[in-house]
């Protein structure tokens, strides 16, 4: 009795003295979670649009303390941010262009190519060549070729691109941004991407990413973003968000077979069986949100388990939510197969126009002038709203920024900050930036006249005929909001709500990018070299050999042989006989 | 006898470089070459991270490719090789002769990452194939530059010298393909091509959907070859010598192995193209430090702000308009303007004489 007590009460004191060591993060709470979405948005053309985004939100201080223990966080990036100082970073890989006129303002929007920009501490004193470090380490990570950005593709804007996450002050001397017009996606850049997700591709909603029909598609963009956040509403300590953000818009077409109807299985070839359990959230929302206030035109199957109404972009939505997480979802059958069908068919009349779209060309003939025009358009009833344009140019098409002008309405326009840097041949490329104000319900035109330069022949790709990118210029804006937005939760609205911070509800943010261009450079034929070389030493050798035979050849006698062995003999003979030889 | 085999090979881990070098779509058959290749040497064994992939140009996301994101590499679209697990280490402009060569040599600028380097040591076998167009004594990069025999040559005596590598198989599916491994001089390596000199390697077949011809004949009957193959099979390279008979092929595939010490009839399939490694089972024991767990749970405490941090204005117009350029920094004169002062200076002096200085001040 009392010894089997004392033995009773000895081991209670073991085992609170000591620590197990297999248990090691057990009596800890859990300080990084994961959550995940899909956006499902039919489009006006009869395209439907796509958007993944998997948040993984952590509760440390990667700068200060060696961290060791990585769960939902990937190692790599965590590693990255913490040895080169990174604030913010943010890297997008798109194949495609956002048709803005007909598609309406994107969620999240990336140039086409590879798109880098980076904010660093203000601890870093070399800001480049940690720039540097970064652009290799992140090309071995995505298998891009990211390794090409260097001084001739990186500009350092001055207004645009202002933090999205938490921010001390913005010097912009820690920010720099680089564009690749001509870099591809495809599958080998998808595959590292999927491999960063706590659960890789193999539950939750990575399940339906699959590259044959993501890459068959009009638009494919995906994206890392990692920022400080908040870490709740008093905002007195920060967390590391990570987000991945994949859009693929599906063609109405190729995909669609020429039906407005959509599913799950239609889009991706799969259904979603299970979710991540590493997820504390797992969702998909599909925007059912009625046109002109009228009745619903979409039906969705099954019947979601709640509706959410939020004010998006200035406007009021309401989206059907299944969320995978609650048990009477996987009821039924082991498989969700979301289908979208409409009601009625829909009136081409009611395309809505976006607020702020913008279009970009070249214009001019010939090899060597050119003009780079870009239209913007307002087409708000009543308000004017500034828009910052920042062009990026490379320094092989010479700008002549006397030849700028800007035309709204026929009159000119005079933008209310101009920021210009000019290019220095093979080192820097022009940076222009500029806050134009657009007033209501007009078309402004920004025309840039420039001059084509002809490379040295080393610095011609294998591929010189193709042409050379102009990268996609970014235009920012706030927008005027038809519904005022109200403050909500960050936690608790869907992650495509809240990755653009917003101050007032009155307008929101948008960030555009326009087409990027194709340029012909005045190209070489390769195979002159070669040519000129046989020309040449063929010229050489007719002309100077004639010369120099002319000038240095003697003639001599030559005496004539003795003749072959018959010619001797007969010679013998002709001497015994006494007659001359021959 | 398996037992003196294991213990003869002599390699403890498996590399493979794995070339592509034509651009355009109508080379589509050199990509599909490389990866049919690739998916084989990763199916029987090496990881991702021993295997140098270099593509020359992207065909699976081309414009042109009426199945996005597949390379196909028998007609009527029967076995995708470019698969959902694929990891590219050099793509498009990067692949260059001087890049190739700088992986072979790893003389490699100090931030390419792990994944671009080839760090092979004395005891690694590597793989290397090459396709694309060549000729008699080079091969072509991208239709602008060329890397001849004795480059290659060359890059393999540098390799040995560093140790870089126990045994080297080296394989090349272009037009006179035997050409290239005509000059090698290091010992340890085995060649083979798939044709001989004067000769040219001919494709496969086209595929009406896809437009063109998925695969060279050498490689295609390689692979064909390579799918019966499994990390534990047996097959030796006498056997490899054999695939594609001029029957076949139209040319004669060639191969060298008067600079490799084994004889080819002893040297598995699986040296070069899987990746077996050695077990050393050994009866030591290492006992672990309970404590260190408990080091490990500790989160170093963190201090909270003071006042609450905020997020940043997108577009601070007021702040924007108001923004003063950055005062440039003031640099001392440089080298022309200088000697262009100095100029003027002394013909001043010259004409005028030193006398006027007094006037000056």
């Known amino acids: 009795g009392r010894m089997a007590a004392a033995v009773l009460l000895l081991l209670q004191l073991l085992l609170a003295a000591g620590p197990a060591p297999g248990r090691a993060d057990a009596g800890q709470e859990r300080r990084d979670a994961l959550r995940e979405e899909l956006l499902l948005s039919p489009l006006p053309t009869g395209d439907v649009a796509a958007t993944f985004q998997f948040r993984t939100r952590w509760d440390a201080d990667l700068q200060r303390g060696a961290v060791s223990h990585y769960r939902l966080f990937p190692k790599a990036l965590g590693r990255l941010v913490a040895a080169l100082g990174v604030r913010e970073l943010h890297l997008a890989l798109t194949q495609g262009f956002w048709r803005t006129r007909y598609w309406g303002q994107p969620p999240l929007q990336a140039p086409a190519g590879a798109e880098l920009w980076v904010w660093f501490q203000p601890t870093v004193t070399d800001v480049d060549k940690a720039w540097k470090e970064l652009s290799n380490i992140l090309s071995g990570i995505f298998c891009a070729s990211l390794n090409f950005i260097d001084s001739t593709n990186t500009v350092i804007p001055t207004a645009s691109f202002k933090p999205l996450g938490l921010a001390n002050g913005t010097d912009h001397h820690l920010l720099r941004y680089a564009v690749l017009p001509r870099e591809v996606v495809c599958t080998e850049n998808l595959t590292p991407w999927k491999k960063l997700l706590p659960c890789g591709s193999k539950a939750g909603l990575a399940v339906l990413l699959k590259a044959e029909r993501l890459f068959h598609s009009s638009y494919h963009s995906q994206a890392v973003h990692i920022r400080p956040i908040c870490r709740d509403a008093s905002c007195l300590a920060m967390s590391w968000e990570l987000r991945q953000t994949l859009t693929v818009v599906f063609d109405f077409f190729s995909s669609g077979q020429g039906k407005k109807d959509w599913s799950l299985f239609k889009m991706f070839s799969r259904t979603l069986t299970d979710t991540c359990p590493l997820a504390s959230q797992s969702k998909v929302y599909v925007d059912i949100s009625p046109k002109n206030k009228e009745k619903e035109l979409l039906e969705v199957s099954p019947p979601p388990t709640s509706v959410h109404e939020a004010v998006v972009q200035g406007e009021k939505k309401t989206y059907a939510v299944y969320d995978l997480l609650s048990p009477s979802l996987f009821n039924t059958s082991r498989s969700l ?49 500034p828009v910052i344009l920042l062009e990026t140019v490379p320094w092989y098409l010479r700008l002549y920024v006397h030849t700028l002008t800007i035309i709204t309405k026929g009159k000119e326009n005079k933008p209310s900050y101009i920021h210009y840097q000019p290019a220095q041949d093979r080192r820097r490329p022009h940076l222009l930036e500029m806050l134009i104000q657009l007033p209501a319900n007009s078309v402004t035109k920004i025309t840039i006249q420039f001059e084509r330069a002809l490379l040295k022949w080393t610095e011609y790709p294998p591929d010189p005929n193709h042409g050379f990118y102009v990268g996609s210029s970014v235009l920012s804006a706030l927008v005027p909001s038809v519904t005022a937005m109200k403050d909500t939760d960050v936690e608790q609205s869907p992650l495509f709500t809240s990755l653009f911070p917003s101050s007032d509800g009155s307008s929101y943010f948008v960030r555009l990018y326009t087409e990027p261009l194709l340029v ?48 001797r003999l007969a010679n013998i003979i002709r001497k015994f006989r006494g007659v001359p030889p021959l | 006898d398996q037992a003196e085999q294991f213990l003869r090979s002599g390699h403890t881990n498996n590399w493979a470089v794995l070339v592509c070098t034509s651009r355009f779509w109508f080379n589509y058959r050199h990509v599909a070459n490389t990866l049919s290749v690739y998916r084989s040497v990763k199916r029987l064994g090496i990881p991702d991270s021993h295997i140098v992939l270099m593509l020359a140009d992207d065909m699976a996301c081309n414009p042109r490719n009426p199945k996005p994101a597949t390379v196909f590499s028998h007609k009527n679209m029967e076995l995708n090789v470019y698969g959902d697990d694929v990891e590219v280490d050099y793509r498009s402009y990067e692949v260059t002769v001087e890049n190739f060569l700088r992986v072979l040599t790893g003389r490699i600028p100090p931030s390419t990452p792990r994944s671009k380097r080839l760090l092979s040591d004395d005891r690694s076998n590597i793989l290397i194939y090459m396709t694309g167009h060549g000729g008699n004594g080079f091969l072509k990069f991208q239709d602008s530059e060329e890397i001849t025999n004795v480059e290659l040559a060359d890059a393999f005596e540098q390799m040995w010298q560093k140790r870089r590598y126990n045994e080297l198989l080296f394989i090349i599916d272009t037009c006179q393909g035997a050409s290239m491994y005509e000059r090698f001089y290091s010992p340890n390596i085995m060649a083979l091509a798939s044709s001989q000199v004067g000769e040219d390697s001919l494709s496969h077949q086209p595929d009406l959907g896809i437009g063109v011809h998925l695969m060279d004949r050498y490689t295609f009957y390689v692979l064909e070859f390579l799918e019966e193959i499994h990390p534990a099979s047996q097959t030796n390279m006498n056997d490899l010598f054999q695939v594609c008979p001029k029957s076949l092929c139209v040319s004669t595939p060639g191969h060298r192995t008067d600079l490799f010490q084994r004889d080819p009839q002893n040297v598995l399939i699986t040296d070069f193209f899987g990746s077996v490694r050695k077990v050393e089972i050994t009866t030591e024991a290492l006992s672990l430090d309970r404590e260190v767990a408990a080091v490990e749970s500790k989160f170093p405490d963190e201090e909270l702000a003071t006042e609450p941090l905020k997020y940043a204005e997108q577009l601070p117009v007021a702040q924007i308009i108001h923004q003063k350029p950055k005062q440039k920094d003031w640099h001392p004169p440089g080298g022309f303007i200088l000697g262009l002062w100095a100029l003027i200076i002394m013909v001043f002096f010259k004409t005028y004489g030193i006398k006027h200085m007094k006037h000056v001040f």
């Open chain 1, 520 to 567: 012909n450079l005045p190209t070489p034929d390769f195979s002159m070299p070669y040519n000129v070389i046989c020309l040449t030493c063929t010229v050489v050798a007719v002309c100077y050999g004639s010369f120099y035979n002319l000038l240095t050849r003697t003639f001599h006698v030559e005496e004539p042989s003795r003749g072959g062995l018959a010619k």
């Open chain 1, 337 to 385: 197969n979301v289908q979208l069908k409409w009601k009625r068919p829909q009136d081409s009349s009611e395309m809505p126009i976006p607020t702020l779209h913008a279009q970009r060309y070249v214009a001019g003939y010939g090899l060597q002038t050119g003009q780079i025009c870009t239209l913007i358009y307002n087409t708000h009833p009543y308000r004017a709203f």
